[in-house]
């Protein structure tokens, strides 16, 4: 077990500094790799608290869908091959979790695209 402050609390604590004390100081020609930087930071959070799971779900999803061979790349390969087109049996389920999955990337990188605000 590790001892506090966690990895989440070092990356909040930096991200608050950084926005509340550094940000400010910066000059206007430096303000846009600032805003990556702390956008950086804010999306290293948000992964580190979700530790896991949206790994695993996705796995579980892909396991689901393709029992012989779970891999991302071969599921690619049969979208492009029509496997799982409209009218296809697994159609449905192959859109939840390519919808999941963009819901899960979206949370991680862009969570004001799912109107739940964030940095």
Not at 36 to 46: D, E, G, H, K, Y
Not at 77 to 99: E, V
């Amino acid at each position: 077990m590790r001892d506090a402050p966690e990895a989440a609390d070092l990356i909040a604590t930096a991200l608050e500094v950084y926005r509340a004390e550094l940000m400010p100081e910066l000059p206007e020609a430096a303000r846009y790799r600032g805003l990556m930087v702390a956008n950086a930071l804010a999306i290293a959070l948000r992964q580190v608290e979700a530790g896991e799971a949206p790994l695993r779900a996705e796995v579980e999803r892909l396991a689901a869908l393709r029992p012989e061979d779970p891999d991302q790349a071969r599921f690619a390969a049969d979208i492009r091959a029509g496997r799982y087109d409209p009218g296809t049996p697994d159609h449905a389920a192959a859109a939840a979790h390519l919808a999941a999955l963009a819901r899960e990337k979206a949370a991680e990188s862009a969570p004001r695209a799912l109107g739940r605000g964030g940095t």
